[in-house]
């Protein structure tokens, strides 16, 4: 195997494992919030607050693999 084809092996790799968790991270969050809603459709407003700021750290993960993978694509 050439180092080339290694570090694209490694950038495939790191861009997909990072965007697995943010992408069960996501579904998950979603799942829970839809269902505190139906339990408690009160709580609307302090649900949706918490869901966006998760679903905020979740995509910031999935962001920093990109940027890492375009860090090793490009070096």
Same mark, same amino acid.
């Given at each position: 195997?050439?180092?080339? $084809? ?6 495939? %790799? ?7 968790? *943010?992408? %069960? $991270?996501?579904g ?8 505190? %809603?139906? +339990?408690? *459709? ?5 649900? +949706? ?5 998760? %679903?905020a ?19």
């Open positions: 195997m050439t180092p080339e $084809a290694v570090k694209f092996i490694a950038i495939a %790799l790191t861009i997909a494992l990072g965007a697995f968790g *943010p992408a %069960l $991270a996501i998950q969050i979603a799942s829970k919030s839809v269902e505190a %809603l139906g +339990r408690n *459709p009160e709580a609307e407003s302090s649900i +949706r607050t918490a869901m966006i700021l998760g %679903l750290f979740a995509e910031a993960v999935a962001i920093y693999a990109l940027v890492v993978a375009l860090i090793l694509k490009f070096t």
